[in-house]
């Protein structure tokens, strides 16, 4: 992963812009120029537990909406390297689930391109490429209640300190029916979330 990053010399500038070129490349993977901050989050997270070098730069720990990240939520608000590649709105009042909203900036988008043309050229860059692009196109359709159903599902370390954990529970027919229809689960993940409901 320190492929993604153009310093030397500092461990600490290697790990921050290693951590804003992987956001970047999050942002940029998709047409969609905005996505929440949950959705960003928790597909980096993703990310994170099937390319073991992003863990050089970035944790997680259990938290109120699931994963939680620091270093990502820092480095959206303030970023060091790529300060004009995205804009970070808030999210509304009445909005408890989306975490506020991350736009891609045209600037962003040029650095992107180029970016993306380097990474083409090494092989585990290129799959993390692919792989942020799959996530985005798989999980942007979500909202943030399926889309944490099915990080507690298949992570259920993470829904120990969740303050929103109960909420999704409740919904868990409703929302797991929206992910079948939706086509990210079939009949067989259905059935298993059906049943782990009656296990609550």
Not at 85 to 96: A, G
Not at 168 to 178: D, N, Q, Y
Request: proline share 4%.
């Amino acid at each position: 992963m320190n492929d993604m990053n153009d310093l030397g010399e500092h461990s600490v500038d290697l790990k921050e812009k290693s951590l804003e070129n992987l956001i970047l490349i999050m942002l940029g993977s998709s047409r969609n120029i905005q996505i929440s901050m949950l959705h960003l989050e928790k597909e980096v997270f993703l990310l994170w537990n099937f390319h073991p070098g992003i863990r050089d730069f970035v944790e997680f720990m259990k938290h109120y909406r699931g994963p939680f990240s620091k270093e990502i939520q820092e480095a959206v608000l303030s970023p060091f390297f790529l300060h004009e590649c995205w804009k970070y709105s808030r999210p509304r009042k009445d909005d408890k689930w989306s975490g506020g909203f991350v736009r891609i900036t045209p600037e962003g988008v040029k650095k992107f391109e180029k970016l993306s043309r380097r990474m083409k050229e090494d092989y585990d860059l290129r799959q993390l490429l692919y792989s942020a692009k799959m996530l985005r196109e798989l999980y942007d359709k979500l909202s943030p209640k399926e889309f944490l159903l099915l990080i507690y599902d298949t992570y259920p370390e993470y829904s120990k300190r969740s303050e929103v954990y109960r909420e999704i529970v409740k919904e868990k027919k409703f929302l797991s029916l929206g992910l079948l229809e939706k086509n990210l689960i079939d009949e067989k993940r259905l059935a298993s979330l059906l049943k782990s409901e009656t296990d609550e």
